[in-house]
C-alpha cells in the first residue's frame, strides 16, 4: 500500500516537474523555431585608438618678420592614442539563429593630440644640436576633439539556445556590419612649447644676411629667428586656435563576438567585443596667422595632410527588448 502511494505521489512530482519545466522553456524565445520576433536595442561602449607615429607632412609658414616669403617646408606629424565613449540605439529582426538589425551610434569624448615636428629654414625656434647633421628642427602641438556618428546594418548568428533539451540562457553570438561614418573635429588650438625670450639675443645668418633673434629660453644655445630688428619685445604667444578640414565621411565596417544572457521573455543582456574600422580620417589645417606679440609682427602657418586613426577596439554593454 505504501509502496503503491509512493509511485503515485513520484509520478505527480515528475509530471509537476515536467509542467513547471515547460512553463520556465516558454518564457524565453525559442532560436529554433521559425518565428519572426522584433526587436529595440541600446548600447554603451568604452573604446581605443591606436597611435599613428612619424607621418610625412607638408608645412607651410610665411614669417612677415623675415621676408614675406612663404616657406615650403616638411616634417613629421605624431598623433596620440586615444579612447572615447559611445551611445548607440537600434531596431531589428530575429527569425531562428538569425539576426538583422540597423543602428546609429554616437562617438564622444576622443582628444585629438598631435605634434607636428618639421625641419625649419628659418632656425625659427629649433635646436640644431639635437638632431642629425645638425638641422634645425622645431615643435608645435594641437589639441581639439574628435567625434564620429556611424549609421550601419548588422547581421548575426546566434549559438545553440537548447543543448541535450536543456534551455541555455547565455547564447554565444557573432556578427559583422556594414555602413557609414561622420566625422567632426572642434576646438583645436595650437599651441608652441618653447616660448621666446627676447632678454637673451644672439645673431645668426639667414640668406648672407645677419639677424639679431632672441634666444629660446626652453634649450640652451638654441636660437630663434623671431626678433628681426624688433629690439628686446617677447615674441610672447602662438597660442591660436585653428580650424581644422577633416574628411566628412568614410565607409566603415565591423566585427564582433559577445554573450546574450536573457533575462526573461522579453530582455537580453549583451556583452560583446567589436572591432570597428572607420578607415583613415584625413585632415589639414589650412592657413592661418598665428597670435603673437607684438601684432605687428605676423606668422601665417598651414598644416598639410595627415591621417588619424579611425579603427577601434571597444568593449560593449546593451539591452536587447522584444516588441
Known amino acids: 500500500m505504501i509502496s503503491k502511494r509512493f509511485s503515485i505521489l513520484s509520478l505527480g512530482l515528475l509530471a509537476g516537474l515536467m509542467t513547471s519545466g515547460a512553463s520556465v522553456a516558454q518564457q524565453y524565445v525559442d532560436n529554433t523555431d521559425d518565428q519572426m520576433h522584433f526587436y529595440g536595442r541600446a548600447d554603451l561602449s568604452v573604446g581605443s585608438y591606436a597611435d599613428r607615429i612619424a607621418q610625412p607632412v607638408g608645412y607651410a609658414i610665411s614669417e612677415q618678420g623675415y621676408d614675406g616669403a612663404t616657406i615650403q617646408t616638411a616634417g613629421m606629424m605624431d598623433i596620440d592614442s586615444s579612447m572615447d565613449v559611445a551611445i548607440a540605439i537600434g531596431a531589428g529582426i530575429?527569425?531562428?539563429?538569425?539576426?538583422?538589425?540597423?543602428?546609429?551610434?554616437?562617438?564622444?569624448?576622443?582628444?585629438?593630440?598631435?605634434?607636428?615636428?618639421?625641419?625649419?629654414?628659418?632656425?625659427?625656434?629649433?635646436?640644431?644640436?639635437?638632431?642629425?647633421?645638425?638641422?634645425?628642427?622645431?615643435?608645435?602641438?594641437?589639441?581639439?576633439?574628435?567625434?564620429?556618428?556611424?549609421?550601419?546594418?548588422?547581421?548575426?548568428?546566434?549559438?545553440?539556445?537548447?543543448?541535450?533539451?536543456?534551455k541555455q540562457?547565455?547564447?554565444?553570438?557573432?556578427?559583422?556590419?556594414?555602413?557609414?561614418?561622420?566625422?567632426?573635429?572642434?576646438?583645436?588650438?595650437?599651441?608652441?612649447?618653447?616660448?621666446?625670450?627676447?632678454?637673451?639675443?644672439?645673431?645668426?645668418?639667414?640668406?648672407?644676411?645677419?639677424?639679431?633673434?632672441?634666444?629660446?629660453?626652453?634649450?640652451?644655445?638654441?636660437?630663434?629667428?623671431?626678433?628681426?630688428?624688433?629690439?628686446?619685445?617677447?615674441?610672447?604667444?602662438?597660442?591660436?586656435?585653428?580650424?581644422?578640414?577633416?574628411?566628412?565621411?568614410t565607409t566603415a565596417w565591423m566585427f564582433t563576438a559577445g554573450l546574450g544572457m536573457q533575462l526573461n521573455k522579453f530582455t537580453t543582456l549583451?556583452?560583446?567585443?567589436?572591432?570597428?574600422?572607420?578607415?583613415?580620417?584625413?585632415?589639414?589645417?589650412?592657413?592661418?596667422?598665428?597670435?603673437?606679440?607684438?601684432e605687428d609682427y605676423i606668422s601665417n602657418r598651414a598644416v598639410g595632410v595627415h591621417y588619424i586613426d579611425g579603427v577601434v577596439n571597444e568593449v560593449k554593454l546593451g539591452l536587447r527588448m522584444l516588441f
Open 94 to 166: 530575429q527569425k531562428g539563429h538569425f539576426r538583422i538589425d540597423a543602428t546609429y551610434e554616437y562617438r564622444g569624448g576622443r582628444d585629438y593630440s598631435s605634434t607636428l615636428t618639421m625641419y625649419d629654414k628659418l632656425a625659427f625656434n629649433g635646436d640644431s644640436t639635437a638632431t642629425p647633421g645638425g638641422q634645425t628642427f622645431t615643435q608645435l602641438m594641437y589639441d581639439g576633439n574628435l567625434s564620429h556618428q556611424v549609421a550601419m546594418v548588422n547581421f548575426y548568428i546566434d549559438g545553440r539556445q537548447f543543448k541535450n533539451g536543456i
Open 169 to 249: 540562457h547565455i547564447i554565444p553570438y557573432v556578427g559583422i556590419g556594414f555602413g557609414m561614418a561622420f566625422h567632426d573635429v572642434s576646438g583645436v588650438v595650437q599651441s608652441d612649447p618653447n616660448p621666446y625670450d627676447a632678454d637673451v639675443q644672439t645673431t645668426v645668418n639667414a640668406g648672407g644676411t645677419n639677424y639679431t633673434v632672441a634666444k629660446d629660453d626652453a634649450t640652451s644655445g638654441t636660437t630663434s629667428d623671431v626678433d628681426l630688428g624688433l629690439g628686446t619685445t617677447d615674441m610672447d604667444g602662438l597660442d591660436t586656435s585653428v580650424s581644422p578640414t577633416i574628411t566628412s565621411s
Open 270 to 294: 549583451d556583452f560583446s567585443y567589436r572591432y570597428l574600422d572607420m578607415g583613415d580620417i584625413e585632415m589639414t589645417i589650412p592657413s592661418y596667422a598665428a597670435n603673437m606679440t607684438p
